[in-house]
């Protein structure tokens, strides 16, 4: 069973989140495609590389938008498209200007 990781965490909570779900998989490993940061933000889309106990072997792309304050990570949010992070984080113009071919 996937672990619930909607809510807000403490830093231990949210280290028992990460290694819940890291645990699901025989392995896991995260390529990052890029960082924007842009103010208090930081947008990283990366795909995510996974392997199950039986072998098979699953890609998914998706996008976490960090928000920094004083120097610590207020926010975290992972979103299923860029531009739909991009505009999340307030950088509408931005997510236009990539959806320009």
Do not use: C, Y
């Given at each position: 069973m996937y672990p619930d990781?909607?809510?807000?965490?403490?830093?231990?909570?949210a280290g028992g989140v990460l290694e819940r779900a890291v645990g699901l998989w025989e392995s896991l490993w995260?390529?990052?495609?890029?960082?924007?940061?842009?103010?208090?933000?930081?947008?990283?889309?990366?795909?995510?590389?996974?392997?199950?106990?039986d072998g098979i072997e699953a890609q998914?792309?998706?996008?976490?938008v960090f928000t920094f304050r004083n120097?610590?990570?207020e926010r975290g949010c992972l979103y299923?498209?860029?531009?739909?992070?991009?505009?999340?984080?307030?950088?509408?113009?931005?997510?236009?200007?990539?959806e320009r071919p």
């Open positions: 990781t909607r809510g807000v965490f403490t830093v231990d909570e995260i390529e990052i495609n890029e960082v924007v940061e842009i103010g208090d933000h930081v947008v990283v889309p990366h795909t995510m590389h996974v392997r199950g106990r998914a792309r998706t996008t976490w120097g610590k990570m299923q498209d860029k531009q739909e992070a991009l505009k999340a984080a307030g950088l509408s113009e931005l997510a236009m200007s990539q």
